[in-house]
């Protein structure tokens, strides 16, 4: 019983510094048309794969705004309440105050992550308008041909979204970062339509490292949405 309270007391911080950390950054940029607050909220099981190929798993609650650009996540992990806001290009991380875990690839959470989760989920849903972004030439990927489209942010890496030429849906996310020496395939899967959002949102993302080729990808984390609801804010589009 005293461990069920606990947790019960966790998860009621974790749901409270998710949209205490809206509000404020809707206060810190109350000159902006749309206030930035989470349009949508989520609850998720993360799998984060270590080099040994073992699993940290660890639960967050995540909230998108698609049409500002905006992503959070929260999490209580061992060191404490771990926290990422996104906005568009401007990232902030808090309660981090050590590498989580020691022997996984990449950091626990960082701006090129919260980018490409963003993305993933959003434009994998059909959450954000893609009809103006620049497309490039077509691309095979594991025998699948997909039109890549290029977003106009984040700023100083290279970011594709791929549309499934059968699906029409965004299925992957590219992401390169030549300064961090890293290289990620990123796909949403697993659709299932709801009502509240009018979509058919995707309940599964995983991310590869592909720095060794699509060929022999290997998968770094992996999110599984349990719960997404829609909040009473404007701009998700129909």
Same mark, same amino acid.
């Given at each position: 019983?005293?461990?069920?309270? /606990?947790?019960? &007391?966790?998860?009621?911080?974790?749901?409270?510094?998710?949209?205490?950390?809206?509000?404020?950054?809707?206060?810190?940029?109350?000159?902006?048309?749309?206030?930035?607050?989470?349009?949508?909220?989520?609850?998720?099981?993360?799998?984060?794969?270590?080099?040994?190929?073992?699993?940290?798993?660890?639960?967050?609650?995540?909230?998108?705004?698609?049409?500002?650009?905006?992503?959070?996540?929260?999490?209580?992990?061992?060191?404490?309440?771990?926290?990422?806001?996104?906005?568009?290009?401007?990232?902030?991380?808090?309660?981090?105050?050590?590498?989580?875990?020691?022997?996984?690839?990449?950091?626990?959470?960082?701006?090129? !992550?919260?980018?490409?989760?963003?993305?993933?989920?959003?434009?994998?849903?059909?959450?954000?308008?893609?009809?103006?972004?620049?497309?490039?030439?077509?691309?095979?990927?594991?025998?699948?041909?997909?039109?890549?489209?290029?977003?106009?942010?984040?700023?100083?890496?290279?970011?594709?979204?791929?549309?499934?030429?059968?699906?029409?849906?965004?299925?992957?996310?590219?992401?390169?970062?030549?300064?961090?020496?890293?290289?990620? !395939?990123?796909?949403?899967?697993?659709?299932?339509? /709801?009502?509240?959002?009018?979509?058919?949102?995707?309940?599964?993302?995983?991310?590869?490292?592909?720095?060794?080729?699509? /060929?022999?990808?290997?998968?770094? &984390?992996?999110?599984?949405?349990?719960?997404?609801?829609?909040?009473?804010?404007?701009?998700?589009?129909?």
């Amino acid at each position: 019983m005293k461990h069920l309270v /606990s947790l019960l &007391i966790a998860s009621m911080v974790v749901v409270g510094l998710l949209f205490a950390g809206c509000s404020q950054s809707q206060q810190e940029t109350q000159d902006d048309p749309v206030s930035v607050k989470a349009a949508i909220t989520t609850d998720c099981i993360v799998h984060y794969y270590k080099t040994n190929a073992s699993a940290y798993i660890t639960r967050q609650q995540q909230g998108f705004h698609p049409s500002v650009g905006f992503f959070q996540a929260v999490s209580t992990e061992p060191t404490g309440v771990v926290q990422c806001s996104l906005l568009r290009d401007d990232y902030s991380l808090s309660g981090q105050k050590q590498q989580i875990l020691s022997d996984f690839p990449d950091s626990f959470w960082s701006k090129n !992550l919260a980018v490409a989760v963003f993305y993933s989920f959003c434009a994998g849903g059909g959450l954000l308008e893609t009809d103006s972004m620049l497309s490039a030439e077509n691309i095979k990927i594991e025998g699948q041909w997909y039109k890549a489209l290029k977003p106009q942010w984040p700023s100083g890496v290279k970011l594709t979204l791929l549309q499934s030429l059968d699906t029409k849906r965004i299925e992957l996310v590219q992401l390169e970062d030549s300064q961090e020496g890293l290289a990620w !395939l990123v796909r949403n899967y697993n659709f299932r339509y /709801s009502k509240e959002l009018s979509k058919k949102i995707p309940r599964m993302i995983d991310v590869f490292d592909i720095r060794n080729g699509v /060929s022999s990808k290997e998968l770094m &984390i992996r999110f599984d949405y349990k719960n997404i609801q829609k909040a009473q804010t404007p701009g998700i589009p129909n």
